[in-house]
């Protein structure tokens, strides 16, 4: 087999190794006490288990910036093709490198509603800085949104600061950041 990269090989512990491609991150530290196997399956959209996982952490609520919208389908790959719901869903996705948001019928409200626009194409560039949390909105817990509570200077600083979406970003790299988990 010809390789074209090294390769990065170091044991963790007795029982641990890791052996990656030197040009891949691995995203997450397998060496940290607190590590836990779902750092290694980085998630494709927030999930209240994830916003719910951060408090019970003591990490701060994210922080995002809406980069786009997509129009697609969101469905569970563990569930048999035939069973999939392919109708397309809204998602939001942000500048930094974390999972996208599904836009259900009550966060498309509230984007409606702090944009004053229903089409979605007009929330993106209307949006502020949003700060990501668990909460009830229309007698449901679920995710929502409220402007980031910063000053005008920070929101400008973290504005200037976030790095442009990637095509395919990796939500690995930036979710360790903001699980603390980044070495």
């Known amino acids: 087999m010809n390789q ?3 390769i990065t090989y170091y044991e963790v512990n007795s029982t641990t190794a890791v052996e990656m491609p030197s040009h891949i991150p691995l995203g997450f530290n397998p060496s940290a006490e607190d590590f836990d ?15 719910k996982e951060m408090e019970a952490a003591g990490k ?7 980069s786009h919208i997509k129009y697609q389908p969101v469905y569970d ?18 500048k930094e490198n974390v999972p996208a948001l599904v836009m259900n019928k009550s966060r498309s409200q509230l984007a409606s509603d702090m944009t ?11 949006l502020p800085i949003l700060e ?17 509570s910063l000053s005008s200077t920070e929101t400008k600083e973290l504005a200037a600061a976030k790095k442009p979406a990637e095509s395919n970003p990796d939500p690995a790299e930036d979710i360790n950041q903001l699980l603390g988990l980044d070495s």
């Open 4 to 6: 074209n990269y090294e």
């Open 37 to 51: 196997w779902s750092e290694v399956y980085p998630d494709n959209y927030w999930s209240m288990a994830l916003i």
């Open 60 to 66: 701060p609520l994210p922080v995002v910036t809406p």
């Open 77 to 94: 790959p563990e569930q048999p093709p035939n069973m999939r719901d392919m109708r397309p869903k809204i998602v939001l996705y942000f």
């Open 116 to 126: 004053g626009y229903r089409n979605p194409s007009l929330w993106v560039p209307n």
């Open 132 to 148: 990501l949390s668990r909460g009830e909105l229309n007698n449901r817990l679920q995710i929502i949104f409220n402007p980031a």
